[in-house]
T-cell receptor
């Protein structure tokens, strides 16, 4: 069975500092991995996804993530945080459920950005 | 933005009453999903649909039923609402099944409070 663990329910960084949000996955098959972002009172939107084409994936708003099979990780990074990055971030892995599959989400990491 | 609307956006109801939430899409996507979001739990799949009149259970389906009579509409019904069903409910759509690399697009959410 597939699962996702996000380390740290809250992360706080200063504006301009590196953002690092951690995600570890468990999967018995080669995984497809996703990062979604949720701004306050909104739905989720896709930041980036790993589909096995390249281990370093670039997404929107300057975010990127690196798939490391040996570490079963897919951590999200951004070199320089902006106030507008304050949001909740969810890592997800594609799983199997019935005949159609599903997305399995981590519990989320809330990012705060201090001026 | 994907054309997904949810109605109502907010609802307060009493224990024991039936509640129906509606998800409407204009993208003609085959797959539709209902999730609930609770603090500390991330998003959990309630039910999903892989075509008109084709639905299946997710991981937290007890107390919920769904129907899909048209491609564009996916209804979630709480037959007899309980306080444990107080949550934010999100609808999502995708062209391909969730076990693939396909992106899920999320609606804005419905905040449901059961008193």
């Amino acid at each position: 069975a597939q699962s996702v663990t996000q380390l740290g329910s809250h992360v706080s960084v200063s504006e301009g500092a590196l953002v690092l949000l951690r995600c570890n996955y468990s999967s018995s098959v080669p995984p497809y991995l996703f990062w979604y972002v949720q701004y306050p009172n909104q739905g989720l939107q896709l930041l980036l996804k790993y589909t096995s084409a390249a281990t370093l994936v670039k997404g929107i708003n300057g975010f990127e993530a690196e798939f490391k099979k040996s570490e079963t990780s897919f951590h999200l990074t951004k070199p320089s945080a902006h106030m507008s990055d304050a949001a909740e971030y969810f890592c997800a892995v594609s799983g199997s459920l019935g005949s159609q599959g599903n997305l399995i989400f981590g519990k989320g990491t809330k990012l705060s950005v201090k001026p | 933005d994907a054309g997904i609307t949810q109605s109502p956006r907010h609802k307060v109801t009493e224990t024991g009453t039936p509640v129906t939430l509606r998800c409407h899409q204009t993208e003609n996507h085959r797959y539709m999903y209902w999730y609930r979001q609770d603090p500390g739990h991330g998003l959990r799949l309630i039910h999903y649909s892989y075509g008109v009149k084709d639905t299946d259970k997710g991981e937290v389906s007890d107390g919920y039923s769904v129907s899909r009579s048209k491609t564009e509409d996916f209804l979630l019904t709480l037959e007899s609402a309980t306080s444990s069903q107080t949550s934010v409910y999100f609808c999502a759509i995708s062209e391909q099944f969730a076990g693939s690399t396909d992106t899920q697009y999320f609606g804005p959410g419905t905040r449901l409070t059961v008193l």
